[in-house]
């Protein structure tokens, strides 16, 4: 009964049939999504990590957003805002042990109604079976890098190679087999670069002899902040894991495989014997040569450091050559021309800032992702803006992007107008967050808003307070919410998120 609602609305909202005709006339559309991509490790951003020369090339003549933000920095919430343009609360899928409830209204649901083939490859996260796509094929839950299992239209199969460049070859094959008298839209999603950062045979020495420089807030050791900065278990220096984070084991006895280590195990075993001999003789001398420093305290938290950054830009440096592979392809068919191409992840990662990695915090690292939108005849030269969007708007924006109405239970704003040069102001005075799931990393629940110049934050089970000034201090070192100086700004930002909970019908209660 629920698909024939949701068919019917479409019929009603798009007028089905006028649509598929004028659909022949619409732009491709490709949404890119790396998962934990921060957008420091994007060379466009300008902090000089890494090169990603492919992606650079989708911001020389498209829009590169220097602050676009996530709703609820974790992998399959944001991938659930992506499909249905609301909040985690209203669609369903707050966090990761959650089930997206496939039913309900989508962007792909409405492209296809629309006339457009649609399709999606690469991670998924939502546990349900895709609906709404002519095609897809994923990886079952985070996926495996190295021989990684796929699920193809419901039929499982162990694929061989590197899964960043599985992925590419699927989302070509679909391309090169679908109805070409049809615009398409194709979701392409990486794993890559996930925990727990498993580089191509290709990177093993990339950045052999690099040293990444150290973020000034390495060693922060969170003062001014509540509770919550200080219970995290997610830095770099305490909780990685020796065997699955920073790679220093091969073969595990029976006694050492517990936890993340028998994870590692298992993502060991997916290596053929002639791929254990090549990582086992890249990664052999790193181990060696970490056991006779026999490193401690901050010496060896720089270590780990180190370990860490080299695997997750070799990562990622797979990530930039596929998107290199997928727009030779556009322009080998003559689809360049006619194809929106927009560039994100699923929310921003911490490299090494506050000593942290991984994500969740409404903190600036994690709450920001990276965004560039690419679209010939529009976006014609490279333009960089500061205005804020968030991933609660993208539904909107491509249903703008194909001709369709933006459907009102949807609570993002299309920032087409931003795209043509006609928007002067913020699409939002303010973004609403909220992070729902204190488990891995033991990160606390919390919501906020934030505003061009201003953050706070609210640890709803601690009931603890953070506010910052982003304009005098931007990576949140000092907490002011306490500051009498700020006492006029506290009560206008509280009430600031008092409304934006109350617009969005969040119903977590807020004890002022």
């Known amino acids: 009964m629920k698909k024939i609602i949701v068919f019917l609305y479409m019929v009603v909202a798009f007028g089905y049939v006028s649509a598929q005709q004028l659909a022949r006339k619409r732009p491709n559309i490709i949404y890119m999504m790396s998962d934990d991509h921060g957008y420091q490790a994007i060379s466009a951003y300008g902090y000089g990590l890494n090169k990603t020369p492919n992606i650079d090339q989708l911001a020389e003549k498209g829009m ?8 609820n920095s974790i992998c399959g919430p944001s991938r659930a805002v992506l499909l249905t343009g609301k909040h985690s ?26 006339g457009y083939q649609t399709a999606l490859v690469g991670k998924w996260h939502l546990e349900s079976d895709p609906q709404g796509f002519d095609y897809w094929n994923i990886v079952p839950g985070q996926g495996s890098y190295h021989n990684p299992d796929f699920i193809e239209m419901g039929v499982r199969k162990r694929v061989p190679g590197y899964v960043t460049n599985i992925t590419t070859d699927f989302a070509i094959s679909w391309l090169n087999t679908r109805d070409q008298n049809k615009p398409f839209f194709l979701v392409y999603q990486q794993k890559a670069p996930h925990r727990n950062w498993m580089p191509e045979e290709k990177y093993y020495h990339l950045f052999d002899s690099t040293a990444f420089p150290v973020p000034s807030t390495f060693f922060d050791k969170y003062q001014t902040r509540s509770r919550a900065a200080k219970e995290q278990e997610m830095e770099i220096a305490a909780d990685m894991n020796d065997a699955y984070d920073l790679k220093l084991a091969f073969d595990l006895t029976k006694e050492e495989r517990v936890g993340l280590a028998n994870m590692w195990q298992g993502i060991y075993d997916r290596f053929t014997p002639d791929e254990k001999k090549k990582w086992e003789a890249a990664y052999g001398p790193m181990i060696e040569a970490f056991k006779k420093a026999n490193l401690s305290g901050e010496e060896l938290a720089v270590w780990k450091y180190q370990r860490y950054m080299k695997d997750y830009l070799r990562c990622v440096q797979s990530v930039d050559d596929n998107v290199g592979r997928l727009m030779a392809y556009l322009k080998e068919n003559n689809l360049e021309d006619n194809t929106i191409v927009i560039y994100t992840s699923d929310q921003g990662f911490f490299l090494g800032e506050h ?11 994690s709450f920001r992702t990276p965004l560039i939108v690419k679209w010939p005849g529009v976006t014609n030269k490279k333009e960089t803006t500061s205005m804020m969007v968030q991933n609660l708007d993208f539904a909107e924006t491509i249903l703008e992007m194909a001709g369709l109405p933006v459907p009102a239970d949807m609570q993002g704003k299309s920032f087409v107008p931003l795209l043509k040069g006609k928007q002067k102001s913020d699409l939002h005075n303010a973004l609403y967050y909220h992070f729902y799931e204190n488990i891995e990393h033991k990160v606390a629940k919390h919501i906020g808003v934030r505003t061009s110049r201003y953050k706070i934050i609210y640890f709803y089970e601690n009931k603890e307070w953070e506010m910052y000034d982003l304009l005098k201090d931007k990576h949140e070192m000092k907490n002011i919410f306490h500051d009498p100086a700020y006492s006029s700004i506290r009560k206008m930002m509280q009430q600031k998120l008092l409304q934006k909970k109350e617009q969005y019908n969040d119903p977590v209660v807020v004890e002022l």
């Open 355 to 365: 000593g942290w990695f991984d994500k969740r915090w409404m903190y600036e690292e």
């Open 64 to 71: 590169l957003f220097t602050r676009a933000f996530v709703t």
């Open 89 to 114: 609360h209203i669609n369903g899928f707050k966090d990761n042990h959650s089930r997206f409830n496939g039913d309900q209204p989508t962007v792909a649901k409405y492209l296809q109604a629309a």
